[in-house]
Structure formats: structure tokens, C-alpha cells
């Protein structure tokens, strides 16, 4: 079935180091989402990609859709504690009804 | 502001109740979703539906069902909890399916002794 796979399962850093979390795709997807989920929250919105190579940016987040819409990548610059959490890329399933989500990348990060 | 809401935010239930999750949510959202929450596991897709009493099964349907009874209300039940169902379950509705955000609730997390 459709898998969408993210690495690394972990990451620690050292704030002001940057951090990368890759996502990848067994099939072509028509748009790609991430979300953010806090320790002992619940995951939440952060921004959807649309295009073929779309690159869009929050800040120090910085968002890819790879050019065959498979793969995705979210880059923070200079990491600070306050970008603890989960970070999940989620993607429509083959139908289009539903999200598949992949198994995230947690970030820790000491000061 | 998109709020859901869970009805419980902690369960404790013996193996072999039934056990009923309720979601809420006030955007009028066509679509509805249970995922469950493991640890290394990510989020995997129970049920979901897209209107009322339509639903269709996720990637692990196996020992839930799940009632849509009113646009704004999906609920989660388990017909005989066991302990391999202990989880952080988490709701979330959209306006539209896999191509609009989703908003989720702040989780329930069930533990079955």
C-alpha cells in the first residue's frame, strides 16, 4: 500500500544549528502538508505545498516539493528550543479522502 | 478559529468493555478522521468519513467501528477493548479530504488494563 516514510526518526542539535527532516513517497502526490506537534500536544498545521519543485518559507522554516511531487524536505536555520516537537509530512492517500501521515521526526534541542 | 474537541482527554477502561470516543467539531467540516498515535508508529488512520453516516475504513479498522450520526459529531467505539488498543487517539476534521488541512482534536489518551 501507500507509505509515506520520513527520516531520521530523531534528531538532537544544539540550538543555532540548523535541523533537516526528509519525506519521501511511494506514489505521486498532489500536494504534500506538515505539521508541528508539541510534547503533549496535538499536531497542527504548518503549510501545504502544491506545485512540482514549490519552495515556500515561514521564517527559519523553510519547505520543499521535490520536482517529481514524491518527496519533501523541511529545513529550520538556526535552531532554538522553541522548535521542539514532531514534525510530520502528510500526504492524500491514493483515493484523495484521507491523510496518510508519515512517522515524523522528533527534535530536541539543547541550549 | 477551527476548534475539535474530544470528549475525554484520559480513559482508563477494562479489557473487554465497549468503549466510546467522542469527537465534536464546530466548522461545519464535511470530513472527519480517528488516527492513533504509538510511539515510532507515527499516526495511522483508523476510520474516516465524508458525510453523514458514510464512513470507510483506514489502514487499521480491525476492532473499532465508528457511528456519523450528525454532521458534527464521529465517534470512535471499541466493540471489546484490549490491551494492544491502549493509545493516544486523535480526532480531526476538513473541509475537504486529503487536499485541505486538517485540524485535530487534543487527543485522548486510552490506557486498557
Known amino acids: 500500500g501507500q507509505q509515506v516514510m520520513q527520516i531520521p526518526q530523531y534528531q538532537h542539535v544544539q540550538e543555532g544549528e540548523d535541523f533537516t527532516t526528509y519525506c519521501n513517497s511511494s506514489?505521486?502526490?498532489?500536494?504534500i502538508q506538515w505539521y508541528k506537534q508539541r510534547p503533549g500536544g496535538h499536531p497542527v498545521f504548518l503549510i501545504q505545498?502544491?506545485?512540482?519543485?514549490e519552495v515556500k518559507k515561514q521564517k527559519r522554516l523553510t519547505f520543499q516539493f521535490g520536482e517529481a511531487k514524491k518527496n519533501s524536505s523541511l529545513h529550520i536555520t538556526a535552531t532554538q528550543t522553541t522548535d521542539v516537537g514532531t514534525y510530520f509530512c502528510?500526504?492524500?492517500?491514493?483515493?484523495?479522502?484521507?491523510?496518510?501521515f508519515g512517522k515524523g521526526t522528533t527534535l530536541s534541542v539543547s541550549s | 478559529d477551527v476548534k475539535v474537541t474530544q470528549s475525554s482527554r484520559y480513559l482508563v477502561k477494562r479489557t473487554g468493555e465497549k468503549v466510546f470516543l467522542e469527537c465534536v467539531q464546530d466548522?461545519?467540516?464535511?470530513?472527519m478522521f480517528w488516527y492513533r498515535q504509538d510511539p515510532g508508529l507515527g499516526l495511522r488512520l483508523i476510520y474516516f468519513?465524508?458525510?453523514?453516516?458514510?464512513?470507510e475504513k483506514g489502514d487499521i479498522p480491525e476492532g473499532y467501528s465508528v457511528s456519523r450520526e450528525k454532521k458534527e459529531r464521529f465517534s470512535l467505539i471499541l466493540e471489546s477493548a484490549s490491551t494492544n488498543q491502549t493509545s493516544m487517539y486523535l480526532c480531526?476534521?476538513?473541509?475537504?479530504?486529503?487536499?485541505?488541512?486538517?485540524?485535530f482534536g487534543q487527543g485522548t489518551r486510552l490506557t486498557v488494563v
Open positions: 480531526a476534521s476538513s473541509l475537504s479530504t486529503g487536499n485541505t488541512e486538517a485540524f
Open positions: 506514489t505521486t502526490l498532489s500536494n
Open positions: 505545498l502544491v506545485k512540482s519543485g
Open positions: 502528510a500526504g492524500p492517500n491514493q483515493a484523495g479522502t484521507a491523510l496518510i
Open positions: 466548522m461545519d467540516h464535511e470530513n
Open positions: 468519513s465524508y458525510d453523514v453516516k458514510m464512513k
